[in-house]
């Protein structure tokens, strides 16, 4: 497991409950204007995506774009553990992510991929990204995030967006109200 900014994280250290506290807390301040970062490094909210105790994946929302983001990185970035992925999680963490952009000033949202990474391509297209263009072999993406509610409801054969919030998984709403991050 790793953390999003310079340090780096064992499994080890998850298994390790005073760890374990050490590192969400760090996440957490990821988040805090207060939070002095190194060059470079803007604020970001992480948000973990946890379904009956278990991890499937992670997502970050970075609150303000540099040049680089600008250029490749965007302002979301997410992974799905691998063991997880082609069941909907990739699509139902940005959908549910997007409201919490919104709360964070972040609208749209830029987007990117590498060119050949089709299932993210697919990811933020399933969201309502439109492609803007290509630059340093990523495309680049504009994604309105002030759809609020829009939930992505994906199987294995379809992809529909309900206006349906109910579907929205226990850590977003915690999230959403303040109790992890800002
Ligand atoms: C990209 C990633 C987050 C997708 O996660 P996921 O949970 O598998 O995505 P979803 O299940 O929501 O898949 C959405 C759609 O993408 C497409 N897709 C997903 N994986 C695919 C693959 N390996 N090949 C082709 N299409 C794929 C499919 O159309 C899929 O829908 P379907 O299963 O109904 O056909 C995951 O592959 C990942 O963590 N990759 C490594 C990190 C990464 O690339 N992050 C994005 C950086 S921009």
């Known amino acids: 497991m790793y953390g999003d900014g310079e340090e780096k ?6 298994d390790d409950p005073t760890e374990f506290v050490r590192l969400v807390e760090r996440l957490q301040a990821d988040a805090w204007p207060e939070t002095v970062l190194p060059p470079g490094i803007v604020h970001q909210t ?15 929302i970075r609150h303000h774009l540099t040049p680089a983001l600008t250029e490749v990185g965007g302002h979301v970035g997410y992974v799905v553990r691998p ?7 990739a699509t139902r963490m940005l959908a549910e992510s997007l409201p919490i952009a919104a709360g964070l000033g972040v609208n749209p949202a830029l987007l990117t991929c590498s060119a050949d990474n089709v299932a993210s391509h697919e990811v933020i297209e399933a969201v309502g990204g439109q492609l803007i263009d290509t630059r340093h072999g990523r495309l680049r993406f504009r994604v309105p995030t002030n759809n609020r509610g829009l939930i992505a409801q994906r199987g294995p054969r379809e992809n529909t967006m309900v206006e349906d919030d109910s579907t929205q998984t226990d850590w977003m709403r915690d999230l959403s109200r303040g109790r992890i991050g800002r």
């Open 83 to 89: 063991s997880a992925r082609r069941r909907g999680y």
């Open 46 to 60: 992480v948000l973990w995506f946890v379904e009956a105790g278990e991890w499937f994946g992670r997502l970050s």
């Open 9 to 14: 994280w064992s499994r080890e250290q998850a």
